[in-house]
C-alpha cells in the first residue's frame, strides 16, 4: 500500500525533529497525533517563508551504471547478469512511499503490500536475498528479515537490483540475489536541501527534511523523515470451528452469519481493527576528500517503527464478545516495537582500487506484546500480557583490491563478520499495550540466543578476451561458525546447545559476447552458499495458541547450484532484456510438524527437507516513442518445487511464488507536468481446491496505479497519487510469515516538495 503524502526534493532544508523513543500508552497516544499535526504546521509555515533563491537542477547519475554486480564499475550492458537500476529521478517521479516500492520498480519483484513490506525475487525472501545500505548488511541477525520502511527513501540515490545467485561475490544470503540501497551525498560545494511534506489516505502524513553541503574536501548531510498514518484496512480474525479434539469451539453461538476462510476450518468472527503505524528515520555522513582519488565516509542511521492495532470488531453480536477460549489476541492483534543502529565507515582509493568498508547494524530494540486472556472485552481493552523481545547485532568488514594486467583486471578481498541474536519471552507483563512495563516474574519466563561469526576470501578475474568476448572466472571460500546457544527456559539450568562449523567453496563462470555495438549475449553458471539462520538454529518457543516450536542445531547449510542465459539489446529509444534461470537447491531448510504436544497441537522444527528446484523466464521492454511519451513493460514467468523430499514433506509446486508477474506503465512529459499510469497483475498462489474470493485465499489480482505531478518552478513542484483506482479487493500474505491480508483499497496521496 502506497501511503500518501507531501514531498519536496533531493538535498534539504534542515528542521530537526527528533523523538527517540516509539511511542506506548495512552499518553503517547495523544503525543503521536499532537506531534504528527504539530510538525506538519510548522514546516508548512517554514516552506512558506522560504524565498526561491537560485537552486541548482539535482544531478542524477548517468543510468545504466552498477558498481554491484561484480564490485566495480560496468554499464549494466555489459554486466554478464541480470542487473536493474532504480534511479532516485525514477523514485521522485512515481512518488515511491518506501524502499520496497523502489524495489519494485525492478523485474521479477514481488513486493506485499502491508505498510511493513517485504520482497520476493525469484522466488526467494529476504532470508536469501542480501539486501545492504551503502554495503551494509541490512538482513537482521535474528531471521534475516528487513523492515523496509526503516530505510528512508527520500534519501535514497538510487537502488541496484542483481538477481540470481551472487554467493561468490557476497557470500552466504545472496542466493537469489543482491539488492543495494545508495544514498546520498553531496557532491557540490555549498549548502542545498529540501523539504518533502505529504498527505494521504488514512489520515497518513509523512514529512521529510534533508541538508547537505560541500567545502572543499569536506561534505556532510543531514536528514531526518517520519510517517505516521491510522492505519488501512483490516487483518480479519478468525478462530478454527473445531479444537485440537474435534470439539466445537463455537458451541452456543450464532454462527449463521458468519463467513468461512477459504479452507472452511475456520470462521471469520471479527477483525482487529485499524493498525496504526509510525516511523521515524534520521542520520547523518561525514566524508573527506583527501585527494580526487582517496575519499572517507561515515554515515549514521538510527530508525525506529513501532506499530499497534485500534477498535477491533466483533461479528458475533451486535455488542463486543467472544466465546470461551477464544484468545484475545484473535480480535486484539499485538503491538510491536522496532529499533536500530546502522554506521558505516568507507575507504575507497580510485587510484590504487582499494575499497575498505566496515560497519555494524544494532537492532536495539525488536518484538512486541499481545494481550492474555484476562483482557476484558471492554471498550479500553487494558490488561496484562505476554512480551517477546529478540535484539540482534551485526559487524561486518570488507577490504578488496583490483589490479589490471594486460586483458586481465583482478579483485581479490577478504571479508569477516559476526551475528548475534538474544531473545527473552515474558510470560506477564503488566500493561500489554506498553514496552516499558513492568515485568513481573513468571517460571514460564524464557532466555535463549546464539552467535555466529565467518570470514573468507574471494577473487575474480575480468578477462577481456577479444573486442566481443568477455569472461568472469571467480570463487569465493566461506568458513562460518555458529556457537554459543543456549536456551534456559521453565526455571530449569541453561541448556547449552551445540557449536558447529561450515566451509564451502562458491565459485563463478560467466562470459559475455557482444554481437554488434547494441547486443550483448550472457551466460552464466555459480554456486551459492546458505547457512542456516540463527533462529532455525537454536529458537524454542511455546506460542500463547498452542504448539511448540523446537531448535535444531544440527541444520547443515543449503547449497544452491545456478544457471542463467541472456540478451541485452540497447537501441538508444528503445532498450530489451530477456533471461532464462534455473536453480537447484540441495538441503532446502523449511518448517516441518514433527509430532503433537499432549494437547494435540503441532510440535514444528526447522529440518533439511531434500532438494528445491526453481526455474523461470524474464522480459523487459522500455520504449521513448518522442520526447512526450514513453512506455514500460516487464513480465516473469517463474516456477518452484520440491523435488526429492525427506522427512516426510510433501514435494510438488511451491504455491508461495507467483507463477505470472506482469508489470506496465505509460509516461507523459511535457514540460511542467509528468504523468504514469502504472499496473500489475499477480497470479494466484492458491493450493489446489481453495476457494476463490475468500479469506486466507491467494487468487490472481491486478491493480492500476497513477501519478500526476508539476513543477510550479525550478524549487517547487506538487504530485498527486492514486493507488489501487479500481479499488479491487484481493488477498495476500506477508512472504516473511504466515499473516494473510486484505490489500488496501483505493487510497490517495498529496504531495509536495521544494528544493534550494
Not at 538510487?158 to 544470503?173: C, D, I
Not at 494435540?600 to 518522442?626: P, Q
Not at 504523468?675 to 491486478?702: C, H, I, L, Q, T
Request: hydrophobic share 30%.
Amino acid at each position: 500500500m502506497p501511503d500518501y503524502l507531501l514531498t519536496i526534493n533531493n538535498q534539504v532544508l534542515l528542521c530537526y525533529f527528533i523523538s527517540k523513543n516509539p511511542v506506548s500508552k495512552s499518553k503517547g497516544d495523544k503525543e503521536m497525533k499532537s506531534k504528527k499535526y504539530g510538525m506538519m504546521l510548522a514546516v508548512l509555515a517554514a516552506a512558506g517563508g522560504v524565498s526561491a533563491s537560485a537552486a541548482p537542477v539535482p544531478v542524477y547519475e548517468l543510468k545504466g551504471l552498477t558498481v554491484t554486480a561484480t564490485r566495480q564499475a560496468e554499464t549494466t550492458k555489459d554486466v554478464p547478469a541480470n542487473v536493474q537500476i532504480v534511479t532516485e529521478k525514477e523514485i521522485k517521479d512515481r512518488n515511491v512511499q518506501n524502499a520496497a516500492q523502489a524495489v519494485a520498480l525492478a523485474t521479477g519483484v514481488q513486493v506485499d503490500t502491508t505498510v511493513e513490506g517485504s520482497v520476493n525475487l525469484r522466488g526467494y525472501n529476504s532470508k536469501n536475498i542480501l539486501v545492504l545500505v551503502d554495503g551494509q548488511q541490512m538482513n537482521t541477525a535474528w531471521n534475516s528479515t528487513v523492515d523496509w520502511n526503516m530505510i528512508p527513501v527520500e534519501n535514497i540515490r538510487k537502488v541496484e537490483v542483481v538477481s540470481g545467485g551472487q554467493s561468490a561475490l557476497y557470500g552466504g544470503r545472496a542466493v537469489g540475489g543482491v539488492i543495494n540501497i545508495m544514498t546520498k551525498s553531496a557532491k557540490e560545494n555549498g549548502v542545498h536541501g529540501a523539504v518533502n511534506l505529504g498527505y494521504g489516505s488514512h489520515n497518513t502524513v509523512k514529512q521529510s527534511y534533508m541538508a547537505s553541503g560541500r567545502k572543499d574536501r569536506l561534505n556532510w548531510g543531514v536528514f531526518y523523515e517520519s510517517k505516521i498514518t491510522d492505519g488501512w484496512r483490516s487483518y480479519l480474525s478468525s478462530y478454527a470451528i473445531k479444537n485440537s479434539k474435534g470439539k466445537n469451539n463455537f458451541t452456543g453461538v450464532d454462527t449463521s452469519s458468519l463467513d468461512t476462510t477459504a479452507d472452511g476450518k475456520e470462521y471469520i468472527i471479527g477483525d482487529r481493527g485499524k493498525k496504526e503505524v509510525m516511523s521515524e528515520s534520521y542520520g547523518f555522513n561525514l566524508g573527506y576528500d583527501f585527494t580526487e582519488d582517496r575519499k572517507l565516509t561515515y554515515k549514521f542511521t538510527h530508525s525506529n517503527y513501532t506499530w499497534k492495532y485500534t477498535d477491533p470488531r466483533s461479528y458475533l453480536s451486535a455488542g463486543f464478545s467472544k466465546p470461551s477460549g477464544v484468545p484475545a489476541s484473535t480480535f486484539f492483534g499485538n503491538r510491536g516495537w522496532r529499533v536500530y543502529d546502522m554506521q558505516s565507515l568507507t575507504y575507497n582509493d580510485q587510484k590504487d582500487k582499494i575499497h575498505a568498508h566496515f560497519g555494524m547494524t544494532d537492532y536495539t530494540k525488536s518484538g512486541y506484546i499481545t494481550p492474555d486472556k484476562t483482557v476484558k472485552a471492554s471498550r479500553t481493552f487494558d490488561g496484562a500480557g505476554s512480551k517477546t523481545s529478540y535484539p540482534s547485532k551485526s559487524w561486518d568488514f570488507d577490504l578488496n583490491k583490483r589490479w589490471t594486467a594486460g586483458s586481465h583486471t583482478i579483485l581479490f578481498g577478504g571479508s569477516y563478520g559476526k551475528d548475534r541474536f538474544d531473545e527473552t519471552i515474558w510470560k506477564t507483563v503488566s500493561d500489554w499495550k506498553s514496552w516499558d512495563s513492568a515485568v513481573k516474574g513468571n517460571k514460564d519466563d524464557q532466555w535463549l540466543g546464539g552467535k555466529a561469526k565467518s570470514w573468507a576470501l574471494y577473487i575474480q578475474d575480468k578477462w577481456k578476451l577479444s573486442s566481443r568476448w568477455a569472461a568472469y572466472i571467480g570463487g569465493r571460500y566461506d568458513y562460518y561458525e555458529k556457537y554459543g546457544g543456549y536456551n534456559y527456559y521453565r526455571g530449569n539450568a541453561p541448556t547449552r546447545l551445540e557449536s558447529d562449523s561450515y566451509h564451502q567453496f562458491s565459485p563463478k563462470l560467466s562470459a559475455s559476447y557482444a554481437l554488434d555495438d547494441h547486443t550483448n549475449l550472457y551466460l552464466s553458471f555459480g554456486k551459492s552458499f546458505a547457512p542456516p539462520l540463527l533462529y532455525q538454529l537454536y529458537r524454542y518457543a511455546e506460542p500463547s495458541y498452542g504448539g511448540r516450536y523446537e531448535p535444531n542445531p544440527s541444520l547443515k547449510p543449503e547449497t544452491t547450484t545456478n544457471w542463467e542465459l541472456g540478451i541485452k539489446k540497447d537501441l538508444g529509444k528503445t532498450k530489451i532484456s530477456a533471461d532464462l534461470f534455473y536453480a537447484r537447491t540441495k538441503d532446502y531448510i523449511d518448517l516441518v510438524t514433527i509430532g503433537k504436544t499432549a494437547k494435540g497441537a503441532d510440535i514444528k522444527t526447522y529440518k533439511n527437507v531434500g532438494e528445491a528446484r526453481t526455474h523461470g523466464a524474464e522480459l523487459s521492454v522500455t520504449h521513448k516513442f518522442s520526447s512526450l511519451w514513453s512506455v514500460y513493460a516487464n513480465y516473469t514467468w517463474q516456477l518452484g518445487k520440491v523435488a526429492d523430499a525427506d522427512n516426510g514433506y510433501a514435494m510438488g509446486r511451491d504455491y508461495e511464488i507467483p507463477r505470472h508477474l506482469f508489470h506496465s506503465g505509460v509516461t507523459y512529459t511535457n514540460h511542467s507536468w509528468t504523468v504514469n499510469v502504472d499496473s500489475m497483475f499477480v497470479s494466484a498462489r492458491n493450493e489446489p481446491g481453495w476457494k476463490s474470493g475468500k479469506f486466507k485465499s491467494r487468487d490472481a489480482y491486478f491493480l492500476l496505479n497513477m501519478d500526476t505531478a508539476y513543477a510550479v518552478n525550478k524549487n517547487l513542484s506538487v504530485q498527486f497519487s492514486i493507488y489501487n483506482i479500481l479499488d479491487r479487493e484481493y488477498y495476500d500474505q506477508e512472504s516473511a510469515s504466515d499473516k494473510y491480508y486484505a490489500g488496501d483499497g483505493r487510497t490517495f496521496t498529496f504531495s509536495a516538495r521544494y528544493s534550494f
